[in-house]
């Protein structure tokens, strides 16, 4: 295994540097996972000297930082390097010193139109060799041309095995555990297609709303920024076969085949199987919120964009004919949670004479308290009812459990991965086309249908439409 020496951040003044990156680094560090030699080089426009770029880090870090301890010696690796990204000569410059038997990792958490002429000018300074590393930051492109686009150039310069692209939902715990509760229990992979399971659904929602991001998300919306990526991760984990082995190669085969199986949603079917909501002002965890276009840094009368998605979707293979996967996500929802449920069809004949249908549920709630619930039928304790029913929860609460005192973020668990050389938890090139070819469509059908955005307050968890949607199939969304 090839051990990283230098991580090369590319946009260290961004947000997601700010909110994500660096405190994922500092948490390897301070767990003593970081490789000893790794120098870690944020590069960015603004001009700033080393002292002050580390002043900076310490003054955003503060509250993870945990009693300074391992502050200075994290400190020592950090390295900084002011460079306009478009400027071929700075590049040059940046490479001076370059010690190229270093192994290299180029994190670009910068925008994709970014992506192709960044690794052309670190082509051009003979950076990108066999042991450099290139990772990607979702979003990979707008649309099925740009994402190409973008796939075409880094892939001329850098090995489809040496591209990490990220979703960091997959570098969620829960996220991972997925694929062993799924492959590692005999019962709930025996349980696990048409003939057992009646529907399944996908929860992403915040509570957040745009600000501070409005004119990058106007451009975006919740389909491009949300089901694109994390919501179809999340289906391909739920739906794929199981790989011959954990390798990425397997398990990206796998989520493939199911993408090119996921049923297209064309003029005549968007109506029916897929709602678009934008919030409009109310109330978020008991505060008064604006709507979209009353945010802050909203400079337009009128927004097409959604802020809110929910789909029916079909994947046409054997395993799964005939199940619906209802898939729904948005911002400004009353609460912070991702889900997972699996709903059981009922029994074909119930023997209880209770009038109840009996049917079972598993619960993998992603976040907040990560865990899985199976809802169980059992007997209710009574004397008087001899077979009364009722549903009783069986709890695996990962938080709850004594060894653990804290659940990582993502970004450590894909960090490692990407120091350590081990690409099964990102995504491929062809998962990424694919899940564009379906998103085009269905922005398409809406584009066609000229389907506009159905307003939701604030707080809610979408349009009415959005019940309809799986109402109509005479179910509801798990409560
Ligand atoms: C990002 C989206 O990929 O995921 C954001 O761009 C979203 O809009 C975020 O808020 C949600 O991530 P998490 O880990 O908080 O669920």
Not at 403 to 431: K, T
Request: charged share 25%; hydrophobic share 40%.
């Amino acid at each position: 295994m090839t051990i990283a020496s230098d991580l090369v951040i590319f946009g260290a003044g961004g947000d997601l540097t700010r909110r994500k990156l660096f405190p994922a680094l500092y948490q390897l560090h301070a767990a003593g996972l970081l490789p000893s030699d790794l120098r870690i080089i944020g590069l960015a426009r603004r001009e700033l000297s080393r002292e002050e770029f580390i002043a900076q880090q310490y003054e955003r870090l503060k509250t993870v930082i945990d009693g300074d301890a391992h502050w200075q010696s994290f400190a020592d690796r950090l390295y900084y390097h002011c460079m306009d990204f478009s400027e071929t000569e700075q590049y040059a410059r940046f490479t001076r010193g370059w010690q190229p038997e270093r192994m290299a990792i180029f994190y670009l958490a910068t925008p994709p139109s970014l992506f192709g002429p960044i690794c052309e000018r670190l082509g051009e300074q003979q950076l990108l060799g066999k042991r450099s590393r290139v990772v990607l930051e979702k979003p990979i492109g707008h649309d099925l041309e740009s994402s190409c686009a973008v796939n075409e150039t880094v892939g001329r310069l850098v090995s489809e095995e040496n591209i990490y692209r990220i979703d960091h939902y997959l570098g969620k715990e829960t996220v991972q555990n997925l694929l062993v509760l799924r492959f590692a229990n005999r019962f709930i992979n025996t349980q696990w297609d048409q003939s057992c399971v009646d529907h399944v659904q996908i929860t992403v929602a915040e509570t957040v709303g745009i600000e501070g991001r409005w004119s990058y998300y106007n451009d975006v919306g919740q389909l491009r920024d949300m089901v694109q990526n994390h919501l179809m991760q999340l289906l391909c984990l739920v739906a794929m076969e199981p790989p011959n082995s954990m390798t990425a190669e397997g398990i990206r085969d796998e989520k493939v085949k199911i993408l090119r199986a996921l049923r297209r949603i064309d003029a005549a079917s968007v109506a029916s199987h897929a709602v678009r909501g934008q919030y409009t002002q109310g109330w978020s965890q008991g505060e008064a919120v604006p709507g979209y276009l009353d945010e802050d840094d909203c400079n337009v009368e009128s927004s097409d964009t959604e802020t809110f998605v929910a789909i029916k979707a079909h994947i046409d293979n054997w395993r799964w004919a005939g199940v619906p996967f209802y898939l729904r996500t948005g911002k400004r929802m009353p609460q912070k949670l991702t889900e997972i449920v699996i709903a059981y069809k009922s029994l074909p004949h119930n023997i209880f004479s209770t009038g109840d249908t009996i049917s079972n549920r598993l619960v993998i709630r992603l976040q907040p308290n990560e865990g899985i619930e199976m809802q169980m039928v059992s007997k209710q304790q009574s004397l008087k009812n001899k077979l009364a029913l009722e549903t009783k929860t069986l709890n695996l609460d990962f938080l709850n459990s004594p060894e653990i005192q804290r659940v990582p973020d993502a970004y450590e668990r894909l960090f490692l991965d990407v120091i350590n050389g081990d690409p099964s938890l990102f995504v491929g090139r062809d998962e990424v086309e694919e899940s564009w070819k379906w998103c085009d469509a269905l922005i398409a059908a809406w584009g066609d249908q000229a389907v506009p955005v159905t307003g939701y307050h604030a707080g809610t968890w979408g349009p009415a439409k959005a019940e309809l949607l799986i109402e109509r199939d005479g179910r509801s969304w798990h409560e």
